[in-house]
């Protein structure tokens, strides 16, 4: 356990450079696919790199024996994801949803959601829960690529030249975001998973924070919904999937089941409501969502929550 104020800046530091390689990342991958004409690729790129913050701290800190840091950053992250980052721009100004999205996605992420709950009910993703989720994944990124035709052309490879010292990067960010965070917790007393689900999840989606707020200001909204989505889907699907693999994670009872679970389950089902609706997200509604993630917080940081 370090010093708190070392831990925290090394959390702060590892976020910085986990962000600021990821962001390029997905930079790179995009042009180069874009430059092809690969639009199926362009869509794999985003839906995975996009990713890249809760992949890097899910699997090192699953491989350093804290699988409750793993679920807890995905979990915090989607659950964040789809109340305040598609909340929050709607406040700001409110936006109309393709059919696609609110038919296709909005019903994956709730599929997903009931996916790993029901593999969770028994307090253990094992390994094989995790290929469980990594092969229902297929056929959601079937039909993404099946729904979308690009002309093929040539991959400009000098464009990828940095990623893997970008790579390197962003594993040096994400091991300081893990070390801090979990010093972060020893010192303060709270429990790994309470603190992956708030700092490390609302960490972890500050890009598309940051990507709804700009969206929203410019009434250019699509690009967002189809990435909190098709990032979601994947870090349920894959990112868990792929965590479960290296290792089995315990699903505590009070935090995880719960708590958390049922709250992403709760907010996939309440955005996909919402868009249903009238196919757009009004200010109101914006504001529900704002406040049903601070009813979440409560409820998370309530005593009762951190128990094992």
């Not at 090192?60 to 598609?86: D, E, K």
């Not at 990435?227 to 290296?246: K, Q, S």
Request: hydrophobic letters at 55%; proline letters at 5%.
């Amino acid at each position: 356990m370090y010093p708190l104020p070392v831990s925290a800046a090394m959390f702060a530091g590892g976020l910085a450079i986990l962000l600021y390689s990821s962001e390029k990342l997905v930079s790179l991958f995009g042009k180069a696919a874009k430059g092809a004409g690969l639009l199926a690729a362009v869509i794999l790129v985003m839906s995975t790199l996009g990713s890249m913050p809760e992949l890097g701290v899910s699997l090192l800190s699953t491989l350093s024996g804290h699988g409750a840091v793993a679920l807890g950053t995905i979990l915090g992250s989607n659950i964040f994801t789809l109340l305040v980052v598609l909340g929050a721009p709607a406040i700001i100004r409110p936006y109309r949803i393709r059919v696609i999205a609110e038919e296709r996605d909005s019903s994956w992420m709730i599929f997903s959601s009931a996916l790993l709950l029901l593999l969770s009910v028994d307090g253990t993703l094992s390994r094989t829960d995790g290929l469980i989720l990594i092969a229902a994944y297929v056929p959601y990124m079937h039909l993404v690529v099946s729904s979308r035709k690009g002309e093929r052309g040539r991959v400009r490879w000098r464009i990828l030249l940095p990623a893997p010292v970008l790579v390197a990067l962003a594993l040096l960010g994400a091991e300081g975001v893990v070390r801090g965070g979990v010093s972060i917790a020893e010192s303060l007393g709270v429990p790994e998973s309470v603190l992956s689900l708030i700092m490390f999840g609302i960490g972890s989606s500050l890009p598309e924070t940051v990507f709804g707020i700009l969206s929203a200001r410019k009434g250019e909204t699509e690009a967002l919904l189809g990435d909190v989505f098709g990032t979601n889907i994947y870090t349920v699907l894959v990112i868990t999937g792929v965590c479960a693999l290296v290792s089995p994670i315990r699903v505590s009872e009070g935090v995880f089941m719960g708590r958390a679970i049922p709250a992403m389950l709760f907010a996939s089902a309440l955005t996909h409501v919402l868009i249903a609706n009238d196919r757009r997200i009004s200010r109101l509604e914006g504001v529900i969502m704002i406040v049903a993630y601070a009813l979440f917080l409560y409820l998370l940081i309530w005593p009762s929550a951190w128990t094992p």
